[in-house]
Structures are given as structure tokens and as C-alpha cells.
């Protein structure tokens, strides 16, 4: 049945999947629809220390967007506000256009979550530790079967889904934990550090299911990490915190980009006289001083070294180390916040107690 025609340079069609059907809605083009998680100045403080300080960001729907930052840079205090277990101290935020604090209930509706520790029964099998998890959201029995055999599918368990939980390996648990975030159809799936402490070639198994999770199920994905290379496989866009802050947020490529095509790395014997010197250089796109070096951000890195020696010792400075490399999302962490992320900054993640059942206020 044709319902009207319409200008589709106008309008935009989204879909909107439900537990029944498919319905599509026409909106017009420029309207802010697409926004799934808004949050304007969110703060909270702890006895007067500010966790998270006044951050507004937007993460559009359908997105991988990642927070990058050390352990301590606000970023699961970030998540807890968002999910609904901690109150913000000042601001606002929503979440599949429900607020964080007047509508929880619905907030949790249209969340999946996957903190950083476990939180398996492992005298479980995997199945029924998806199905309680189903029972929780109130899904039918026919529902919760179909959607169990879908998940375990998506992560590549449906081998393992009766044996008990105690006898997986740290990964299998991990993507059980993912599958059972999916179990009840959110609209965003939140992973809080979701490859912490796994070996490399499983936290790569994991990220290729986040992936395939977030287009087969059209699942948005909020995570958040440490691991430069995690948020460079995985994330469309990269929100940088640090004390609380968004410093920058951008794509991986326009972060790389924003500090030259070469990143020239040096230690001299007066960093303030060369940095002077060096911003009064047009190919100069870039430098900013750290406590013992300089970043200094140019096209074609090789051919500048020699200028920058030629400068120095205009200026009677010493070079005493030089390097030059294409910008990593590491040169980006550095140029914004002055310091590197250090796997010891780690600290042994907080059990995180999640209850996130839709019927609790």
C-alpha cells in the first residue's frame, strides 16, 4: 500500500526494531534524531573529589564509540550515570531518548552491560545463564529460546552451551557476558573495559565479535578501554578523558591527522628556547612540550630532522635523542594530555554489583 510520496532529499528513514515488528519512520533531514546517548555538563563528585567534570558529548545510533583513558579517568563513573546506577551530581544525560534520572526503568530496558569482572553464576551452564537473564526482562518462553540460540551463535558458543560455566576458558566466559548483554534486544550494549586482562589472540577474538555484533544486531556499542590498539580496531569515533575531561573527541583517522602526517620525537638541552624557535616555522604543524621532549607534528618527517638540527644549533642547543614515526592514537593520547597511558596505571578492577532488572526503580 503506498502511503505517499515524498522527497527523499527531505526526509530520512530509520528503522526502529521491536519485539514484534519492523516499523519505519520518516523524519526530516537536519532533525537531531539520531543521537542515541546525549549528555549535557554531566558531573559527580565524591566528597568533593570531581570524578567526571562537566562533559557534553553525543554518540550517534549504530556507532562504536569508544572512551580512551587511563584507570581513574572517569570513565566507568562515566558508564554508572548512564546505566542508571549512580546518580550525576549536576547535569543531564539520556539514553535512547529516556532520561538517566526520570525515566530508569526505560533506560534499563534499552541497555545491555558487560563491566570489567565477571559476573557469571558458573554452577550455570551457559544457557541457563542466559535464559535467567531473559526471565529477568520478562521475555517469553518461546522468545527466550530462539533469542539464546541467536546469541550463542553471534559469539560462537552454541557447542558450549551446556557445559557448566566453571569449566570455560577467561574468553569463553567473556563472550558469554557479551551474548548475555544481547539476550534481551538493547538498543545500546555498554562494555566496560571489555578485554581486560585476556591474551592477545582472544582479546582479537573478542573484538571481532563486538564488531559483528554491531552489524548483525544493529546494536550501538559504548566501550570503554585503555588499549590503543582496541579503540583503533574497533571505534568509528574516540572521546579522549583524562582527570575527569573530554580533552578531544574525533575518528581514529581525523585524531592522527589533527597532529601531522610525522610525529618527531626529541629531547634537546633547552626545550623552551626550540620550542619558540619552532613555532615561528610555517611546516611546523604541530609541537607541544612535555616534561622532558618535544612532539612536533610535520609532513614528510625524514627530510625535517635535518632542518631541526640546523635550527638548534643556530640557537647553540644540543640534540641528545630524535625520532621520527606516523602519529599512533598513543602520539594523539600524548599531544592532548602530555603523558602516555602505562599498562601499570591498571589498577585491579572494583567488583561492580549490577542489578539492572527493568522492574527496579
Known amino acids: 500500500m503506498t502511503i505517499a510520496t515524498l522527497d527523499k532529499k527531505s526526509f530520512v528513514v530509520i528503522k526502529l526494531d521491536t519485539f514484534i515488528n519492523k516499523i519505519y519512520i520518516l523524519c526530516p533531514k537536519g532533525a537531531n534524531i ?7 555538563k554531566l558531573t559527580k563528585k565524591f566528597d568533593g573529589f ?20 587511563p584507570n581513574g579517568a572517569g570513565k566507568t ?18 539514553v535512547a531518548d529516556y532520561d538517566i534520572l526520570k525515566n530508569r526503568d526505560k533506560v534499563r530496558k534499552n541497555i ?63 563472550r558469554l557476558e557479551i551474548a548475555r548483554g544481547l539476550m534481551h534486544f538493547p538498543t545500546v550494549l555498554f562494555l566496560d573495559e571489555p578485554t581486560l586482562g585476556l591474551d592477545s589472540q582472544t582479546r582479537r577474538a573478542i573484538w571481532d565479535y563486538i564488531r559483528k555484533m554491531n552489524k548483525d544486531e544493529d546494536t550501538t556499542i559504548f566501550l570503554t578501554t585503555h ?42 638541552s633547552d626545550l623552551d628556547k626550540l620550542v619558540i624557535r619552532l613555532k615561528k616555522e610555517s611546516w611546523v604543524k604541530k609541537v607541544k612540550q612535555h616534561d622532558s621532549f618535544l612532539t612536533i607534528g610535520v609532513e614528510r618527517g625524514e627530510e625535517k630532522i635535518p632542518k631541526i638540527f640546523e635550527i638548534a ?30 599498562d601499570q596505571e591498571v589498577a585491579i ?6 542489578s539492572l532488572s527493568p522492574r527496579r526503580a
Open 34 to 40: 539520531l543521537d542515541i546517548i546525549k549528555t549535557e
Open 227 to 268: 588499549y590503543m590498539d582496541e579503540a583503533d580496531y574497533l571505534c568509528d569515533r574516540i572521546g579522549i578523558i583524562d582527570q575527569g575531561k573530554i580533552l578531544v573527541i574525533d575518528s581514529t583517522e581525523n585524531l592522527k591527522n589533527s597532529i601531522g602526517n610525522d610525529v618527531i620525537t626529541l629531547s634537546c
Open 77 to 94: 563513573t562515566t558508564i554508572k550515570m548512564l546505566i542508571t546506577l549512580l546518580n550525576p551530581t549536576s547535569g543531564s544525560a539520556q
Open 349 to 354: 578492577p572494583q567488583k561492580e554489583v549490577l
Open 50 to 69: 570531581t570524578a567526571v567534570d562537566n562533559i557534553s558529548f553525543s554518540v550517534k545510533k549504530g556507532e562504536i564509540f569508544g572512551f580512551l583513558g
Open 112 to 174: 545491555g552491560v558487560v563491566f570489567q569482572d565477571p559476573a557469571l553464576d558458573t554452577e550455570l551452564t551457559g544457557r541457563e545463564n542466559l535464559d535467567f537473564h531473559a526471565r529477568m526482562y520478562g521475555l517469553s518462553r518461546e522468545t527466550r529460546k530462539e533469542r539464546i540460540d541467536d546469541v550463542l551463535n553471534l559469539v560462537d558458543l552454541d557447542n558450549k552451551k551446556n557445559e557448566y560455566v566453571k569449566n570455560y576458558s577467561g574468553g569463553m566466559k567473556r
Open 313 to 342: 644549533q643556530s640557537q647553540n642547543i644540543k640534540i641528545t635523542s630524535i625520532s621520527v614515526g606516523k602519529p599512533t592514537l598513543d602520539d594523539v593520547f600524548l599531544y592532548f594530555t602530555g603523558r602516555s597511558i602505562r
